[in-house]
């Protein structure tokens, strides 16, 4: 089939979508039309990133730098990586070096979260009224983008799942799908907001400084988070985000905020952190920023210094502990004193000088002290009782 060529791909229209579309032009099944355009078996091939791009850009007539950049997912998902790494990933994609292995591990950043693959219904109608077809636009099939950034419109979602959109080649284009609304997501306005700054990640033009986490940080304190040192309140930020877009919905896009002050977010704001994120993570961090009012915000933190102590719960505990020591010593018939009692609490300073604080545990060291384990009894021992009582019959004698 060396005479099979591919169409060429419209504004925006992902990879995968071109060969969807091969396969309806041509009317070969979509296992064998794969067969012919890579010169292998494939039985994954990526509907977002497939390898070997420039024997794909080849037969449809464009230049294959053109394909990466404008028809993949490419752009999203190295955003915010290094110069390097991108030029090495592009050598990847394009197959240049054979050596140079796939580019699989970047397509998780687009897959996660996204359970189908999104259009809009508007787009479908524009796209069939000009071109006689619909496609598959890319900047609708990218994670927490919910929204056409063009008519406003709720997207909905395909009837086949991501994961194996790798082989859905052969299912259709947007007109084709049955379609399910897409419940997930945010209200609009912050769907919007994410729309927009995953576009601006995939058309290269996201604004950020290559200091990120300095971008972050400086905008995190321009809205109010900041503690009584001046630094970033990056916990607060963390619950405050969790709260703004939903814990099921961070959750969906694999993006859970657990433990605050070790979280994602929190870690995002953090001097001297470069560990790489997903893109989506950014795309959430720079919506819920832009989002917040510009005021002082209530922290969940403790001010520094010494933590006042709450005398009530302190005397409810130490109560328990001279309790379970005193039964203890009576137990083994060990003899102690209060003061020795109270220092194997470890509080017997706080109770020393203040001991008004301290009723129910006055209490108990007062039944403690009529006890045998106590070295000072109240009102003598035992023995020594039976010994004044023989004492004084012997007198009367």
């Known amino acids: ?42 039985s994954n091939l990526s509907f977002f990133l497939p390898s070997s791009l420039s024997g794909l850009a080849e037969l449809m007539s464009v230049n294959a730098h053109e394909l990466l950049w404008e028809h993949t997912a490419f752009p999203y998902v190295v955003a915010f990586m290094a110069p390097a790494d991108v030029d090495r990933f592009a050598t990847k994609a394009l197959g240049q070096d054979l050596q140079q292995g796939s580019v699989a591990s970047l397509i998780q950043s687009v897959t996660q979260g996204l359970p189908a693959l999104r259009y809009c219904p508007d787009c479908v ?69 994410l729309a927009l700054g995953s576009y601006e990640l995939l058309s290269r033009i996201d604004g950020h400084t290559a200091d990120w986490s300095t971008h972050y940080r400086t905008l995190a304190l321009e809205k109010g988070f900041v503690m ?20 099921a919905y961070l959750a969906s896009l694999g993006c859970s905020v657990t433990e605050p002050g070790r979280s994602w977010p929190a870690l995002m704001v953090r001097e001297r952190v470069r560990v790489p994120f997903a893109p989506v993570k950014h795309v959430l961090m720079q919506a819920f920023l832009d989002g917040c009012n510009v005021e002082q915000k ?18 409810e505990q130490l109560a328990k502990q001279v309790r379970k020591a005193a039964i203890r010593a009576n137990l083994r018939n060990v003899q102690t004193t209060i003061t020795q009692l109270m220092k194997d609490t470890g509080h017997w300073s706080a109770f020393r000088h203040d001991r008004s604080n301290f009723p129910k545990t006055t209490a108990e ?8 384990a106590s070295e000072r009894k109240l009102g003598g021992r035992e023995g020594h009782q039976r010994n004044m009582a023989r004492k004084a019959a012997a007198a009367k004698r």
């Open 228 to 247: 009584v040192t001046g630094e970033v309140a990056s916990a607060q930020l963390a619950m405050n985000l969790q709260v703004a877009f939903g814990e």
């Open 125 to 193: 109608l524009d796209d069939v009224a000009e071109l006689g077809e619909s496609y598959w636009h890319r900047d609708h099939c990218l994670p927490a983008t919910h929204v056409c950034r063009r008519h406003g419109t709720r997207l909905r979602l395909g009837d086949f799942a991501t994961k194996i959109a790798s082989r859905a080649y052969g299912m259709g284009l947007p007109q084709h799908q049955r379609g399910r609304p897409d419940f997930a997501g945010p209200p609009d306005p912050t769907a919007k907001a």
């Open 365 to 372: 060291l007062a039944a403690f002290r009529a006890t045998e």
């Open 1 to 42: 089939m060396s005479w099979l060529r591919l169409p060429p791909p419209y504004l925006g229209e992902l990879v995968g979508s071109v060969l969807t579309r091969a396969v309806i032009h041509s009317g070969v099944p979509a296992k064998r039309l794969l067969v012919e355009v890579t010169g292998r078996r494939c």
């Open 298 to 315: 209530t922290l969940a933190y403790r001010p520094p210094g010494k933590v006042p102590r709450d005398a009530s719960s302190l005397d």
